[in-house]
């Protein structure tokens, strides 16, 4: 029985929504996940495993990454030449003699 002016309907309404999504992926015999039976803390737990493990990941190349950083850098202030000037640079106009 439902109420007048009572969040019942909107339950009913939901539940319809899920029973329907339910039995369309029954008809169509697809392997389906009903994530809507997972709380969402469970799922937020799940989503934040794979990033950590993802991030592990990510660490254990770090140390190649930094060494190929160094080399690279290596050769690219090897290649770069100071400019030798040929001649003493001239005295500032803007400097005292003491």
């Known amino acids: ?14 539940l319809q929504s899920k029973q329907g999504r339910y039995l369309e992926a029954m008809k169509k015999g697809a392997d389906v ?7 969402q803390i469970e799922y937020q737990t799940k989503i934040t495993e794979n990033k950590i ?4 990941e990510k660490l254990e190349d770090l140390p190649a990454v930094r060494d190929n950083l160094v080399v690279q ?13 040929s001649q003493p640079l001239k ?3 803007y400097r005292t003699s003491s």
Do not use: G, H, W
Request: overall charge negative.
């Open 1 to 14: 029985m439902l109420t007048n002016d009572s969040i019942d309907v909107f339950m009913l309404q939901k």
């Open 91 to 93: 005295s500032s106009p």
């Open 73 to 85: 850098y290596r050769i690219e202030k090897s290649t770069c030449e100071i400019p030798k000037f």
């Open 53 to 56: 493990a993802e991030l592990y």
């Open 33 to 39: 996940l009903d994530i809507s039976d997972i709380t």
